[in-house]
């Protein structure tokens, strides 16, 4: 069946520090990708998608790239702020009907002064 | 803001007590779904409905139930609750085939 997998965290840098958090997925057909971000004690919010190869998803200076032929869906940003402290969840919609959404384990991100 | 609550927000229940999550929305959305989040699995979803009494069984469905008489609430019962149902709760509504979360519920079963 559908699956991702996302790097371990807790990821730990300092502000401005850039950003990489690794996502692969396992899939039939083609998945739409998600990356949502949950900030301590609130539910998840989506950051940005990509519904087919080779598209870019963008929100608020976080960008990721849709990659079918390394099936990966790595998260970035250039300069990361303590406002930035949150759990990042890689997503996909699953096969079959009802858009239901597989999700990765999450990753800690931490983001020091 | 997708118009999602969720009541209550936290609980605490003994075990095999019966248990009543209730996800309401203001938007008259079609698809709304359960999951529940657990450390080191991320969201897993229980169940999801496509209609008014349009159900289906989700990853995770065993000791969960689920109905929806209304378009704006989708409600999720513990027939009978385990300590292995202790998680965080959450409902989600499908728009433009993105989903958007409610702010969860934390139930400890003890």
Request: glycine residues 10%.
């Amino acid at each position: 069946g559908d699956s991702v997998t996302q790097m371990e965290g807790p990821v730990t840098l300092s502000e401005e520090a850039f950003l990489t958090i690794n996502c692969t997925y396992t899939a039939t057909g083609y998945p739409s990708l998600f990356w949502y971000v949950q900030y301590p004690g609130e539910g998840l919010q989506l950051l940005l998608k990509a519904t087919k190869a080779d598209d870019k998803g963008s929100n608020k200076g976080f960008e990721a790239t849709y990659r079918k032929e390394t099936t990966s869906f790595h998260l970035e940003k250039g300069s990361v702020q303590v406002s930035d402290s949150a759990v990042y969840f890689c997503a996909l919609s699953g096969e079959g009907r009802g858009g239901k959404l597989i999700f990765g384990q999450g990753t800690e991100l931490s983001v020091k002064p | 803001d997708a118009g999602i609550t969720q009541s209550p927000r936290h609980k605490v229940t003994e075990t095999g007590t019966p248990v009543t999550l209730r996800c309401h929305q203001t938007e008259n959305h079609r698809y709304m779904y359960w999951y529940r989040q657990d450390p080191g699995h991320g969201l897993r979803l229980i169940h999801y409905s496509y209609g008014v009494k349009d159900t289906d069984k989700g990853e995770v469905s065993d000791g969960y139930s689920v109905s929806r008489s209304k378009t704006e609430d989708f409600l999720l019962t513990l027939e009978s609750a385990t300590s292995s149902q202790t998680s965080v709760y959450f409902c989600a509504i499908r728009a433009s085939y993105e989903q958007y979360f409610g702010p969860g519920t934390r139930l400890t079963v003890t």
